[in-house]
């Protein structure tokens, strides 16, 4: 194992109805609150009205945001961050999926430290901007997906320039996550879909890219994958089902709150590739994995094969000794198991053309630079070639 440091700061409340509780939870942080959120006039609109409820009894001041798109817009969070010093706002509530808990981030964070969002992102050799702290931050997640409301990562996209990049700061951890499933069981089937297969994208992105060992880190985030593939099957049948909603959001929290990589962090190849296919096309991030994930792991597969065996023997049933032959046999069988709960994709399915697949290989390797020339981080350094071949895999 490698040294690590690791800790879990966000306070988890976890049941159904703990929504209500939001009012008297931000007392303890702060005297006003940006309320974050998606645009008014969807399926979130009763429960803005709870939490505005909630707040309102327990005396609480606050202001409502709302607007935050999917792959949030650096320019939008800039104008939340205007409005939130204006108003004099000392509090972040993030009422929505990773999108918005990953915006309400950088709005607690810029808010505090100045600047503009987007001067906090990697993005290639430009020197990112460090903050000083951030305002506390109480999340309410409504898409159990990419693990935002108890880490302290955030993606953003910047509109004009069409591109996406993360950031991750300590400062940004949220105080409180407030797991609700109740609110989870709102969500459209074609959401769930998405937000499972990006749960297992973090599951397996460090497992895969680390040479280091560590088999408590392997044994938990095979655990959670086959937790995952369980009750992705039994949401789909019974997508109301608030006990089968809570252990998909364990598993979301858990996916990507470190604790899957301790002693083996790796990299996010996977993930960088993505990048573009959101970035330009805005499309959702958890269906750009479910595109991006069955080449990778086809084109990948000899270079740790033992790691790839290792996965394809205890997370999909594969028997064969050989590790060179198993690793080969782990995308057909994510592909397989894709197909089986109606999530597989292809980029000819959402109308990405091939003539920008360079254009996307240049994106990735000038924003996420890798050891070598025109390469980004993984088990090895991808080659912009290798992404080229990608995406033309995902045709």
């Not at 409180?176 to 989870?184: C, K, S, Y």
């Not at 992105?205 to 095979?222: G, I, K, W």
């Not at 205890?314 to 032959?325: H, L, M, N, S």
Request: hydrophobic residues 35%.
């Amino acid at each position: 194992m490698t040294p690590f440091q690791w800790n879990f700061p966000t306070k988890l409340t976890y049941g159904e109805g703990r929504i209500n509780e939001v009012g008297e939870i931000a007392k303890a942080y702060g005297k006003k609150a940006m309320v974050a959120t998606y645009a008014k006039g969807g399926f979130l609109d009763p429960i803005i009205e709870k939490v505005e409820a909630s707040l309102k009894a327990a005396g609480v001041d606050y202001v409502l945001f709302t607007g935050i798109e999917p792959n949030p817009r650096s320019q939008t969070i800039d104008k939340a961050i205007e409005q939130f010093n204006a108003e004099g706002c000392d509090l972040v509530i993030a009422l929505g999926g990773g999108s918005v808990i990953d915006g309400s981030k950088y709005i607690a964070g810029c808010a505090y430290s100045g600047g503009s969002c987007w001067d906090y992102v990697v993005l290639g050799d430009r020197e990112q901007r460090q903050y000083t702290g951030a305002y506390p931050i109480i999340s309410i997640p409504t898409v159990s997906a990419s693990g935002s409301e108890c880490n302290a990562g955030g993606v953003l996209t910047n509109g004009e320039t069409k591109e996406k990049s993360f950031s991750r700061s300590e400062y940004r951890f949220p105080k409180v996550a407030i797991v609700d499933p109740e609110i989870l069981t709102s969500l459209p089937e074609s959401i769930t879909k998405d937000s499972c297969v990006d749960i297992f994208s973090h599951l397996i992105e460090h497992y895969l890219s680390s040479h280091a060992e560590s088999e408590f880190a392997d044994r938990q985030t095979e655990g959670m994958i086959l937790c995952l593939k369980d009750n992705f099957d039994l949401i789909l049948k019974d997508p109301k089902n608030t006990e089968v909603r809570g252990q998909l959001a364990l598993c979301s929290i858990f996916g990507w709150s470190g604790i899957q990589a301790l002693g083996r962090t790796g990299c996010i190849p996977m993930h960088s590739v993505e990048m573009p296919l959101s970035a330009i096309y805005d499309l959702p991030h958890g269906r750009g994995m479910t595109i991006v994930i069955p080449p990778y792991l086809e084109l990948m597969a000899d270079v740790l094969p033992a790691r790839w065996a290792k996965l394809a023997r205890r997370c999909f049933g594969v028997t064969e000794q050989d590790d060179a032959k198993a690793a080969k046999m782990l995308a057909p069988k994510v592909v397989e198991w894709l197909k089986a709960t109606d999530s597989y994709l292809t980029l000819s399915d959402v109308n990405i053309p091939a003539d920008q697949f360079e254009k996307m290989a240049d994106d990735v390797v000038r924003m996420f630079k890798g050891p070598e020339p025109n390469t980004t981080p993984g088990p090895r350094p991808v080659t912009k070639d290798e992404i080229v071949k990608i995406f033309e895999m995902c045709k």
